[in-house]
């Protein structure tokens, strides 16, 4: 059992998360302690993402969903 559940059904924030970190731009006034700590949040970022594509990889596994499309779980 998961210890915090997704509602998936009431649309969580990843949808606006995406376009949000795409449109991230670097001002020509920046610091570099400001891109330093952006860069540093974003590979936080990075690291809960593949941590959550790892884990979700694993319940697709696991829901047989590669199996029900003939497909790898690689290719999902």
């Excluded at 969580?12 to 949040?41: H, N, Q, S, W, Y």
């Amino acid at each position: 059992m998961f210890e915090h559940q997704f509602d998936y059904s009431w649309g969580m924030p990843l949808d606006t998360l995406l376009p949000t970190v795409r449109d991230l731009t670097i001002t020509a006034d920046a610091t570099g302690r400001e891109v330093f700590d952006t860069t540093k949040m974003l590979m936080g970022l990075r690291n809960v993402v593949d941590h959550q594509l790892a884990v979700h990889a694993g319940a697709l596994d696991r829901l047989g969903v590669a199996r029900q499309t003939g497909g790898k779980p690689g290719r999902c």
